[in-house]
Structures are given as C-alpha cells and as structure tokens.
C-alpha cells in the first residue's frame, strides 16, 4: 500500500534520519550521556525560540507545554486575559479555568486575528490581569495573529505574555526576546517535524519571579522542578523521560539548524503562498482573509454540491493524501491543508493536483492544469 502523504496541521511527515535516531539504544536517562544530548537539545530550542532564556523539553503534546505555562502562574481567583479566535485559543482559556483561573476572554470571529488595540483597551479597563494568552497560529481557523504587535502593547502592562508558538515556531517568525514574549511553549509534530509526544517551554527572568511566587497546582508539569533538575550536573529532567522522542528530537533540530531558521521560514512561507495561489485558481475561497492568513496551514472552504466525506475521503482513499477537516463549528464547512515542517514544492504540487482530479471527479466543471500552473509560477517567480 502507498504511504498516505500528510498534508494535515500536524503530524507531519518525518525524515528517516530522525526515524532512524529513534531505534538507537535506550541510555540511562540519569547518566552523562543522556545530560549531553538533554543539554544540546534545550540549547538548540532556545536559538529557535530565539531567546537568551533556557528552554525545557518535556514528553507531552504541546498542551502539556500549554498547561506548564499556565498551570505555574495561575492560582484560584487570578484573572487572565484569554484571546480567543479558535479551539486553540479555546483551550488556553479552558486551561485557566482548570487551575483556578478567571478568565476575561476577547473573543475574535473566527477567520480574523485579533486587533491589538482592543488588548490594550481590556488591559487598561480591566485591573489586575495576570496575563495574556493567545495562540500565534490557530491551526483550526488558518490565522496567523500578530503576536509582536500585541506583545508591545502587553510589556506596557504588568501582565505575563504567553504565547502559543506550536504550529508555528520553524515556519514562521518568532523571536521570543524580540517580541517581549514572558512564557513561550510549542510541540514537536509540526514545523519542528519531530514525532510527536515532546514539548517544549521557555520562560523569561520576570516570568520565573511569577512561578517563584505563584503556588502551583500541577506536580508533572511543576516547572520550579525542572528549573532545579536542568540545573545540575549533568542536566536531568525531574521525571523520566522518553528517551527515544529525545532522539529524535535533537535529530530534527539538527536538521533544522542544518537548513538554517531563516531560509527555513522563508520555505514554509512561499509553501503557503503556493498553496492559497493554488487553490484560487481553482475557484476556492479562503476561509482566513488572506491578509492574516497563516504559513504552516490554509484554511478553504468546502464547495458547494459537495460533502466532507465525499471531498476528503476522495483525497485519501483514491489519491492518498489526508487533508484535515473543520472543527468545532466548522465541521463539513472547510478542509485544511498543512504545509509544515519538511513539505517541499513536490508535496504541494502533488496536492494541487490531486484536488483537480478530485473536483474532476465529483462532477465539478475546472479547467484542469490550472491549479498545478499557479502553483508552479509560485515557486518559479523566486
């Protein structure tokens, strides 16, 4: 049977040679050996946070960096503004809820990014706002929110900034000190191209004076244990780890480094532009405004005269390509393509056109080719 090539938000598509670090032996994950590779990985995230601060990788989806972050700020009655403008942003919120928190949502209509200005008008409203949450890349609507205008306006106020970079960060920009960003977190099964099951966080000096004095209501994710843990000798994690998504995971950076972050950025952005030039020459229509439409995944909507099942399971079961479908409210409603982590022209050529033979086929009248062609003069006009 063919591979089903991934064009989803996460998973993506692996290397070999980061499946391959995987099948090495198991060390002692309290030993030297494993404190090096631990200590070369967190290293690695912080130049792609692009930060001075340490980073900590933990064994869990990006959730459970999501929850670190929250989970060691948050205490019962503490209000958190929670931008919301899709089910990631949802989940923050939920997040807070968990620990105690009181959230003060902004709530954005799903398609659009958040205006900053009505951050500003909340945090000077509303008083004692412990901090602010919002997702750079909401993977369930194809948004890309301004997280660097938002963090200007938030290092104006005392509140933490924390900033959801897991389908974002390695394909597009973020720069953690550059963005006055308190608590960054992101996984490692989208842009990264690592399998999945590891997270990672980083905190800045004023976050760490939160966390000090914040009682914590997690004790996995209790990130004063993995600050003391990552600073022995050698550097452990408090918990065992998995030491083979550790592997993979330095593997994957290494591949990364190896591309170099910009020209890496600069990929996943023309992939984007390929794609959405792709799709309207089709006749599709965007369900992002293009002006905030994101770089790692494209949001489209679901023509007319046609179900979810019939389009997607078109695209998987004939031509082998999985395209992820709406969520929440939007179920039936749009189809996403991921262009994340190691997706080539190849792979989004080859996804263009099977959507033609796929429209073709369900009875859709297009001129065929002209998908492919956009795509291509694409990647040619670079």
């Not at 389908?167 to 960003?181: A, E, Q, W």
């Not at 990364?256 to 910009?262: A, T, V």
């Not at 001129?367 to 956009?374: I, L, Q, S, T």
Request: hydrophobic content about 40%.
């Amino acid at each position: 049977m063919d591979e089903t090539l991934l064009m989803i938000p996460g998973p993506t598509r692996v290397a070999p040679r980061v499946l391959k670090a995987m099948s090495e032996n198991i060390v002692n994950h309290r030993s030297a050996v494993f404190g090096k590779i631990l200590k070369e990985t967190n290293e690695m995230m912080s130049e792609i946070f692009q930060t001075e601060n340490q980073s900590y990788l933990i064994t869990g989806s990006g959730t459970a960096a999501m929850e670190a972050a929250m989970g060691n700020i948050v205490e019962k009655g503490d209000k958190v503004l929670n931008i919301v403008g899709g089910k990631f942003g949802e989940r923050f919120m939920q997040i807070t809820e968990t620990h105690g928190g009181n959230p003060v949502e902004l709530k954005v209509e799903w398609g659009e990014a958040v205006n900053p200005e009505d951050v500003r008008y909340i945090l000077e409203e509303e008083e004692n706002i412990k901090a602010v949450t919002i997702v750079h890349n909401e993977t369930s609507t194809g948004v890309g929110n301004p997280i660097d205008d938002v963090g200007a306006i938030v290092k104006d106020y005392d509140a933490l900034y924390v900033v959801d970079t897991v389908s974002s960060l390695g394909g597009d920009d973020v720069f953690v000190d550059g963005y006055n960003i308190d608590i960054c977190v992101t996984g490692s099964q989208k842009c990264l191209a690592a399998p999945p099951g590891m997270a990672a966080i980083t905190l800045n000096d004023d976050a760490w004076k939160v966390v000090d004095n914040t009682e914590t209501s997690t004790y996995y994710l209790n990130m004063k244990k993995y600050q003391k843990s990552g600073a022995g000798q050698p550097p452990e994690t408090p918990y065992t780890p998995s030491v083979s998504l550790m592997y993979a995971m330095r593997e994957a950076l290494n591949m990364i480094m190896e591309e170099g972050l910009e020209s890496r950025i600069k990929r996943h952005k023309l992939a984007a532009k390929a794609t959405i030039n792709g799709v309207k020459a089709l006749g599709f229509d965007l369900f992002a405004k293009e002006e905030v439409s994101s770089n790692t995944v494209t949001a489209i909507k679901m023509p007319e005269g046609v179900t979810d099942k019939e389009f997607r399971g078109t695209m998987r079961d004939k031509y082998r390509i999985e395209l992820a479908g709406g969520q929440d409210h939007l179920k039936g409603n749009v189809f996403r393509i991921g262009h994340m982590g190691n997706i080539t022209n190849r792979e989004i050529i080859t996804t263009i056109s099977a959507l033609e033979m796929t429209l073709k086929e369900l009875g859709f009248d297009i001129d065929m080719g002209k998908g492919v062609a956009a795509t291509e003069d694409t990647y040619l006009s670079v």
